[in-house]
């Protein structure tokens, strides 16, 4: 295939292709997009995720293979899913349309392939931040949400990201319903378990590692325990000293 353009952007990392991408073309550009996308979580960079995002959406393309096609619809999701913490809470048609574009490609994503316990995992998780915006819809996408954890959990019971996923999910839901602190930190510290025999470097999606002990600070706090919430602030800061939803958000509220 001819190539009738590439630009390379900041990092060397980002193709924009005249022509749609090639899987040789996805190949020679996702690790350098994949270091980006972990490099703006970390500093809580929503600039840089959404300069990413663009990159990915340029690399969805008719010459991709079918797995690349799905990491990279799985990834925009992701984005998506992360830039919604990071939209201000009175902006609601742009939070509503970044939860609306990730549940189309995940759709999609796991249409092409039910065996897909990432994508089902992010679909629930996705889900129950549409709760929180819309509780008048709470029982019927609550259910959607269900539905779509369980399927995670049949298919890959030991993902770490499908546990970490899972206990936020319980922690933000009512003990009527399943949810709760317990239920939350006990999903969490096997997500911590899980992370600790994937391999840091492993291909994506690889994302997680901090945030359960993050996830599990918010679970002290919710129980009054600031010291323990610390503890796990700090072992998130252990793996990623630069973490600035920890660093400068959670840490200092413990203060306060």
Do not use: C
Request: hydrophobic share 45%.
């Amino acid at each position: 295939m001819r190539r009738t353009e590439r630009v390379v952007l900041a990092f060397g990392m980002v193709a924009l292709l005249a022509a749609p991408a090639t899987g040789a073309e996805f190949a020679e550009v996702w690790p350098g997009v994949v270091e980006r996308i972990e490099r703006a979580y970390v500093l809580g960079d929503a600039s840089g995720m959404r300069s990413a995002r663009t990159a990915v959406r340029e690399l969805l393309g008719s010459g991709l293979t079918d797995d690349q096609r799905s990491i990279a619809r799985y990834t925009v999701a992701y984005l998506n899913w992360r830039l919604f913490f990071l939209t201000d809470s009175s902006a609601d048609d742009e939070r509503e349309a970044l939860l609306d574009e990730a549940l189309e490609l995940l759709g999609a994503d796991v249409a092409d392939n039910d065996a897909n316990a990432e994508s089902h995992a992010l679909t629930a998780s996705v889900y129950g931040l549409q709760i929180s915006q819309s509780r008048l819809r709470a029982a019927f996408l609550g259910t959607l949400a269900g539905r779509a954890s369980a399927r995670a959990a049949e298919l890959e019971p030991n993902n770490p990201r499908v546990l970490l996923l899972d206990g936020i999910g319980k922690l933000n839901t009512p003990r009527a319903f399943g949810g709760g602190e317990d239920r939350a930190e006990a999903l969490l510290l096997r997500a911590v378990a899980a992370f600790r025999t994937e391999p840091p470097g492993r291909p994506w999606p690889r994302w997680g590692r901090i945030d359960a002990y993050a996830w599990l600070g918010q679970v002290a706090v919710r129980r009054g325990e600031a010291d323990a919430a610390r503890r796990y602030y700090l072992q998130a800061l252990d793996i990623e000293p630069e973490f600035a939803w920890v660093r400068h958000v959670l840490l200092p509220a413990l203060e306060q």
